[in-house]
């Protein structure tokens, strides 16, 4: 996508995304890239939308959604790493540890509303909030040190929602429990482990397909997904898609 047109992303994206006047800024979102490394080949989950969504409609994504910014309060067992903080903090006049916390925060809550499944240590938690009482029911304990930030794409504009959406990953082992009936918000209709060139050929956005080509190259270099690597950095600037590294 890097050095598309408004014009050519518009009509890459036309399936993807219902055209028309959005929100002039767009919403902070957060989706989780969750990784299995078992058996020498790396895959990934993904799962298909309701086609009565307006937003990428029956299309395979990564499990994630819009930051709320309550999630900030919610007490987890070990927060971000340091440099994995920094880069989601950002730079500017909205730069917060409280904002990266809220976004991290936010795509461990949708993996769990959306597909079932808890990231964090098995341990009594307790929280009045509805949207976390799943870690409460199942006791986990929410944990941030094993995400990894791994890429950043901001919405064109001309789009029904517009989202500065954050790419966080972690790993399968880092899930302490996976429900077998799935998240309480069926958003996802099948979810599914693939191999990551497999899950480039599926039906899927065109800036998930190239992220997956940035966290496959990335892991190729580096296998464990070290703290502070790059973090491609996808916007339309002077009518240009551009990529930027964080």
């Known amino acids: 996508m890097e050095g598309m047109t408004r014009a050519e992303i518009d009509q890459a994206e036309s399936k993807d995304f219902a055209i028309g006047s959005g929100p002039k800024r767009p919403r902070d979102a957060a989706t989780l890239i969750l990784l299995d490394r078992a058996g020498g080949r790396f895959k990934v989950l993904m799962g298909r939308r309701h086609m009565r969504h307006a937003f990428m409609p029956g299309k395979f994504v990564f499990p994630g959604g819009r930051t709320d910014p309550a ?19 950002g730079t500017g006049s909205r730069a917060s540890t409280t904002r990266a916390r809220a976004i991290a925060l936010s795509a461990v809550r949708e993996t769990y509303e959306e597909a079932g499944l808890l990231i964090g240590r ?4 307790q929280t009045t909030k509805a949207d976390w009482q799943g870690f409460s029911d199942h006791g986990v304990q929410p944990s941030l040190e094993a995400l990894r930030f791994v890429a950043r794409a901001i919405t064109p504009p001309g789009r029904v929602r517009r989202f500065d959406t954050r790419f966080l990953a972690a790993w399968r082992e880092d899930v302490a429990v996976a429900l077998a009936e799935g998240g309480p918000t069926n958003e996802l209709e099948e979810l599914v482990w693939l191999p990551i060139d497999e899950a480039k050929l599926a039906d899927i956005p065109s800036i998930t397909r ?22 491609p950095f996808y916007r339309l600037r002077h009518n240009r898609f551009r990529r930027d590294i964080l």
């Not at 098995?122 to 938690?125: A, M, N, Q």
């Not at 892991?219 to 973090?231: A, E, M, Q, T, Y």
Request: charged fraction near 35%.
């Open 210 to 231: 190239t992220v997956l080509g940035d966290i496959e190259a990335r892991l190729k270099d580096d296998p464990s997904l070290r703290p502070g690597g790059p973090v």
């Open 71 to 89: 999630d900030s309060r919610i007490q987890v067992v070990s927060g971000l790493h340091p440099e994995e903080e920094r880069k989601l903090a």
């Open 122 to 125: 098995k341990g009594e938690f």
